[in-house]
């Protein structure tokens, strides 16, 4: 069974920093490309940053570049999302994913964890 637990959201100011986990298994997560999305209330789900299986290939949403970066550690099943210079805009739950056509043109499966909560307010 395919399972993500996002974890790391938290109540922060504009300028600060988060670091989003997310723990994968039920698949061999080193052999995939995965991702983190976002939902802003009221929005549908997007696309923030992918990476590829190998870790060597990154693509970030136009909102988010320069201020976020996405990692992963493939034996232990793990892939991270380092938000610095955090905006109201920012706000929303954040879900990892797995998925296919590597980073560049990533495309996610129909799998997704409970998320976690971000909020950026002053």
């Known amino acids: 069974q395919i399972q993500f637990v996002e974890s790391g959201g938290a109540l922060v100011q504009p300028g600060d920093s988060l670091r989003l986990s997310c723990v994968a298994s039920g698949f061999t997560s080193s052999a995939t490309a995965m991702g983190w999305h976002r939902q802003a209330p009221g929005k549908e789900r997007e696309l923030v940053a992918a990476?590829?299986?190998?870790?060597?290939?990154?693509k970030y949403a136009d909102a988010v570049k320069g201020r976020f970066t996405i990692s992963r550690i493939n034996g232990e099943n793990k892939v991270y999302l380092q938000m610095n210079s955090l905006e109201v805009e920012d706000t929303g739950v954040y879900y990892c994913?797995?998925?296919?056509?590597?980073?560049?043109?990533?495309?996610?499966?129909?799998?997704w964890g409970q998320g976690t909560q971000v909020t950026v307010s002053s």
């Open positions: 994913s797995q998925g296919r056509r590597g980073a560049q043109y990533y495309t996610p499966y129909d799998h």
């Open positions: 990476i590829s299986a190998s870790g060597e290939s990154t």
